[in-house]
């Protein structure tokens, strides 16, 4: 299922990730890990974010795919199911055609 994972990451531990080259390591750990459609990183709220769409083939990989943003970033993590254009359009042609 396509979903989208936001992350707010704390300041105080990304600072000190940052100093200690953790950061990128980290992010990088994580693209390899989802193997994202797409991944955004900006600020949001003051604090820096990511958002990243990628296939999730089951729920139980959420802890092992999500525990490092907890544990080194502090981070506040949502997970959402999304959709594209063409998921859309056939969710919505699907609809027309139910009674």
């Known amino acids: 299922m396509r979903v989208m994972l936001r992350a707010h990451m ?3 531990a990304t600072n ?3 100093r200690t080259g953790g950061l990128p390591q980290a992010i990088q750990t994580l693209m390899e890990r989802v193997r ?4 955004y990183f900006g600020l949001h709220e003051g604090v820096r974010s990511c958002w990243i769409v990628f296939d999730l083939q089951d729920s139980s990989l959420m802890p092992s795919l999500m525990e490092d943003l907890f544990l080194e970033f502090n981070a506040e993590v949502e ?6 254009a063409e998921d859309l359009a056939k ?4 609809m027309k055609s139910s009674p």
């Open 10 to 12: 704390d300041t105080v």
């Open 16 to 18: 000190e990730s940052i």
């Open 36 to 39: 994202p459609e797409a991944a």
């Open 79 to 84: 997970v959402a199911p999304v959709m594209n």
């Open 91 to 94: 969710g919505l042609a699907a």
